[in-house]
């Protein structure tokens, strides 16, 4: 049974190198947990975590008895702030999020009903009701390869918001969005690998 791996399946979409490029990313299903404020302190934020990665292994053990196995994806967060330049002086209590976690094309809203059902029976997990199955269409994106700590990503993100956007005469056309390909318990700050994601349209 070959095992459905999103990484590889939209390569160019999960790999980029460490300069801004443009991709078009097709609608995407996920998972999506909703949350607020500073991700290294809130509960709210490993509460929602915790969830989503219960419901994905549930839908994976669940798909691959159906036969048709597939590696559950990489974390990813979309990132909002009233003024974006949060993210740039690192304002992390201002911040809003939405975590998730990519699913197949075949998984269902009733799979994952059942799914939840499933995790719920197995362990308390306080996020799990906000556990929403969300399609996500950010079309035209800049995307780009941040090797380091997730607070080293400054420097990157004003260059693309006050350069490249500007001489490109592109504007914001959705959340800043995060794919972290890296586990940030196994890997030094410094090796970290995150593609950094930004969808636009022309002014």
């Known amino acids: 049974m070959d095992k459905y791996d999103v990484k590889k399946a939209l390569k160019n979409l999960y790999s980029a ?71 740039v002086t690192r304002d992390k209590n201002s911040w809003e999020w939405t975590m998730l976690i990519s699913q197949p094309e075949w998984i269902t809203q009733e799979s994952v009903v059942a799914a939840k059902e499933s995790a719920a029976a197995k362990k308390h997990l306080p996020a799990l009701p906000l556990v929403r199955f969300v399609t996500l269409a950010e079309g035209t994106a800049v995307q780009i390869l941040h090797v380091g700590a997730y607070d080293d990503e400054a420097p990157t993100l004003a260059a693309l918001h006050n350069e490249y956007m500007p001489e490109h005469g592109l504007d914001f056309a959705g959340d800043h969005h995060e794919i972290y390909l890296s586990d940030p318990r196994k890997t030094a700050p410094e090796k970290l690998r995150t593609i950094l994601r930004q969808p636009v349209r022309p002014k």
């Open 17 to 87: 190198p460490p300069t801004f490029t443009i991709v078009d990313v097709p609608p995407l299903k996920y998972l999506a947990v909703d949350g607020a404020g500073n991700p290294n302190t809130a509960a709210s934020y490993s509460e929602a975590l915790e969830a989503l990665y219960s419901v994905s292994y549930t839908l994976k053990f669940a798909s691959k008895g159906e036969g048709r196995d597939f590696v559950v994806g990489p974390l990813e967060g979309l990132w909002r702030a009233e003024n974006p330049e949060a993210f």
